[in-house]
């Protein structure tokens, strides 16, 4: 089963990304989420887009480098696996 977002963007349009993956993280107590709506770079990658998911279900940007790390090592994990190539955007 897929996990979907739902975003409105500055103009109130709605737009659904896909879930690739989350993470909870001990030390910061934060759940940080990567989602893309398969939109491609001019190389090909799929962008994708990393938050911080709060509790009420907004989404925040991300500040912790550590976190950014983490989280770029498991897309990579994520990439080897399903051998596609993903292009992450905080």
């Known amino acids: 089963m897929k996990d979907y977002l739902t975003i ?3 103009k109130g349009e709605e737009k659904e990304f896909e879930v ?3 993470y909870d993280s001990e030390n910061t107590g ?3 989420v990567t989602y893309t709506d398969y939109t491609k ?3 090909g990658s799929i962008i994708c887009y990393s938050s911080v998911l709060e509790s009420d279900g ?3 940007p991300i500040e912790d480098e ?3 790390q983490t ?3 498991l897309l990579n994990t994520l ?3 399903t051998n596609m190539r993903y292009l992450n955007k905080e």
């Open 58 to 60: 907004t989404l925040s």
């Open 20 to 22: 690739l993956l989350s």
């Open 41 to 43: 770079d001019k190389d």
């Open 30 to 32: 934060k759940t940080y």
């Open 8 to 10: 409105k963007n500055d």
């Open 71 to 73: 989280i770029n090592e």
């Open 79 to 81: 990439v080897e696996t």
């Open 66 to 68: 550590k976190a950014i």
